[in-house]
């Protein structure tokens, strides 16, 4: 990993030793950002708002000790990931099994050698890296690029809980190109995956908030979340997404005498949620709403409000 690239990568120093901490931050900050914190309490706080790529953790520290520092870091959604080294004075073996055992990643004794430190915190770094990589690509459809159902389930749990919690609307869109299964049998797989990365690039652009996702559902079906959007907004941007693919003209034969290019068809909904309500309740209207298009003809958006006073409960098989 060169120089320059793990110079984007941070490094938290927990230790209540001024010493020690000016002695790892000047080993380590030619090659990484350094941020330090003088007790395990700060030490925490930090490590929850900044997420380091790696944390130097000494044991010995008073009121909260590293090993208790590090236990609550692994009980956190946000920061069990983060490699963490402990660096302490303690050189028993049970010292080392104990911080090994609560989920370290390795463990210096002090007085440290710099090299060893430099070639610790590279190793991990790099690991961590890696593992990073392998899982934002777990999260990517390789032929689109575009997030995948799996990371379409997390976002959607996501959103729907901070919706729910600040009581504010989520549209779902359910998206189908028409009459793919006809343009890959008339031109070919190769045309189809084409297509495919075509149209996936056209879709997001109507969508200007971070917040607002898109995602491959599956085959040639795409899905959307607008957190904290309007059903009518969502009407919106889901007619700008049908005009955004139909102005591609990418031609298919197959379609129909009235629309010779690739079009889509859209389901909307939307609701603000409750108790009386689920994220799977509104991907099952969605799909209605999306069947709803396809028998109005394709080429158009249906959709209709999820109400929270509804009693009807999601197909088997829905999402």
């Not at 490590?47 to 956190?76: F, H, S, T, W």
């Not at 009386?276 to 309740?281: E, G, H, I």
Request: glycine share 4%; charged share 25%; proline share 6%.
């Amino acid at each position: 990993m060169p120089t320059e690239f793990r110079k984007e990568k941070t490094v938290l120093i927990i230790d209540d030793s001024p010493i020690n901490i000016e002695h790892l931050a000047q080993v380590l900050k030619s090659e990484y950002n350094i941020k330090v914190a003088n007790s395990g309490a700060s030490g925490i706080e930090v490590a929850r708002k900044q997420r380091p790529d790696l944390i130097l953790l000494d044991i010995v520290m008073p009121n909260i000790d590293g090993y208790e520092v590090c236990r609550r870091l692994k009980a956190g959604d946000g920061t069990r990931k983060i490699p963490i080294i402990f660096i302490s004075t303690k050189t028993d073996v049970e010292d080392e099994t104990r911080g090994l055992e609560l989920g370290a990643v390795d463990y210096i004794t002090k007085p440290f050698r710099t090299p060893i430190v430099k070639a610790r915190v590279r190793t991990q770094i790099q690991l961590k890296h890696n593992s990073d990589l392998l899982e934002k690509l777990a999260l990517i459809d390789a032929l689109t690029n575009l997030p995948n159902r799996r990371r379409f389930e997390q976002i959607l749990k996501r959103e729907w809980s901070r919706c729910r919690r600040s009581q504010a609307p989520i549209s779902i869109m359910l998206l189908d190109i028409d009459h793919f299964k006809q343009f890959n049998d008339h031109y070919g797989h190769p045309a189809g995956d084409r297509c495919l990365k075509q149209v996936a690039q056209a879709l997001p652009l109507p969508l200007k908030r971070p917040a607002d996702s898109i995602f491959r559902y599956g085959g040639e079906e795409f899905i959307a979340v607008l957190p904290e959007t309007e059903y009518s907004v969502a009407l919106k941007l889901a007619e700008k997404m049908r005009l955004q693919v139909a102005n591609l003209a990418i031609p298919h034969a197959q379609s129909s005498d009235t629309h010779p290019y690739i079009s889509i068809s859209i389901g909307v909904t939307a609701t603000t949620p409750s108790s009386r309500s689920n994220p799977k309740m509104l991907v099952q209207l969605a799909d209605t709403m999306l069947y709803e298009a396809k028998n109005s003809g394709r080429n158009c958006v249906r959709g209709e409000e999820f109400s929270n006073q509804t009693d009807s409960q999601p197909s088997p098989g829905s999402v």
